[in-house]
């Protein structure tokens, strides 16, 4: 079986929010799709670890924002490179404001479709979300992000650490690719740029 079909399928990326008590979240997904256009209905998959997940999960609201090709590297850092169980997400953001299901973002993103969950599936590491839209607007015309988009023209490019060379052990990130060279990766690393742990770390062949 080959697992690189999958990298075939086309996705978009979305910045996924929701309200709990007057506190917002949020987290970075390609999961986002329409399931049926009358009665108008989307889907959203999101990982259990997610605090955005728990808090859709008992609100039973969501806000899904269409990610544009004007985001930046920073956009996906601030709602993907960290979570909301230990910072606010949308302090110092100026680029949201609150709406009815989950903070509307507006800095680079096209649209917006906010959604009452009617039915949740448990798929395991997921919740899959199928939620009522209740409103969406279109934002601007500037074209979506596809995940390869993102690999291609957004995410950072691969960067050597200090000290690589040949003949040396090679550990690359596989959130933003970055590169820590040594026979081991310390347990205990964090990767400068994206702040990921060193388990999404994998051996350079």
Known sequence: ??????????????VVTAAEQGKHNGCI???????????????????????????????????????????????????????????????GFSGAWAGECGMIVFEGTNAWIAAEVERTVDLGTHLL??????????????????????????????????????GKTVWRCRICGYEYTGEEIPEDFICPICKHPASDFEKVP
Do not use: W
Not at 2 to 8: E, G, L, S, W
Not at 46 to 54: A, E, F
């Open 129 to 166: 979300f199928i939620g009522k839209v209740l409103d969406m607007e279109t934002l601007n015309d500037t074209p979506s992000a596809t995940y390869a988009y993102y690999q291609e023209h957004i995410k950072p490019k691969p960067r050597a650490a200090e000290g690589g060379g040949e």
């Open 29 to 91: 997904t390609n999961t986002v799709m329409q399931v049926t256009a009358d009665p108008n209905r989307i889907s959203v998959a999101v990982n259990k670890s997610n605090h955005t997940c728990g808090m859709i999960e008992r609100t039973g609201r969501f806000t899904a924002n269409i990610i544009s090709q004007a985001a930046t590297f920073e956009l996906f850092k601030r709602f993907g490179f960290q979570s909301g169980r230990d910072v606010n997400k949308f302090e």
């Open 1 to 14: 079986m080959d697992k690189k079909a999958m990298f075939a399928i086309s996705y978009g990326l979305f």
